[in-house]
Nanobody, 126 residues
Framework: QVQLVESGGGSVQAGGSLRLSCAAS????????MGWFRQTPGKEREGVAA???????SYAESVKGRFTISRDNAKNMLYLEMNNLKPEDSAMYYC????????????????????WGQGAQVTVYS
């Protein structure tokens, strides 16, 4: 059974940094795509960053130059380094992966994400 478990969320002052981690397990082959999404109450989940198996990355315009996504396939880990955080970055952040087919999917970049973690809360205060 595929599991994605986020860690590293918390509260930080505007301008500060946080690093999210996602431990992935339960699959045979490394996912083609992994990514991070975020959601605030009353809004749709939005793609933040994605990385494919070639380590090609894509970012939402709102985080370009501030966030960096990376993955370590040997350790089955996904990371999101967030710098110069702004209050509007406050949200629940979800780790996601494209594994096989089936289930509801969310498209971001050229990926079709169909597995999700439980989320990690990030709060940025001014």
């Amino acid at each position: 059974q595929v599991q994605l478990v986020e860690s590293g969320g918390g509260s930080v002052q505007a301008g500060g940094s946080l690093r999210l981690s996602c431990a992935a397990s339960g699959y045979t082959y490394s996912p083609y795509c992994m990514g991070w999404f975020r959601q605030t109450p009353g809004k749709e989940r939005e793609g933040v960053a994605a990385i494919d198996s070639d380590h090609t990355t894509s970012y939402a315009e709102s985080v370009k130059g501030r966030f960096t996504i990376s993955r370590d396939n040997a350790k089955n880990m996904l990371y999101l380094e967030m710098n110069n955080l702004k209050p509007e970055d406050s949200a629940m952040y979800y780790c996601s992966a494209e594994i096989g087919s089936g289930g509801p999917v969310v498209n971001f970049y050229r990926c079709f994400f169909n597995y999700w973690g439980q989320g990690a809360q990030v709060t940025v205060y001014s």
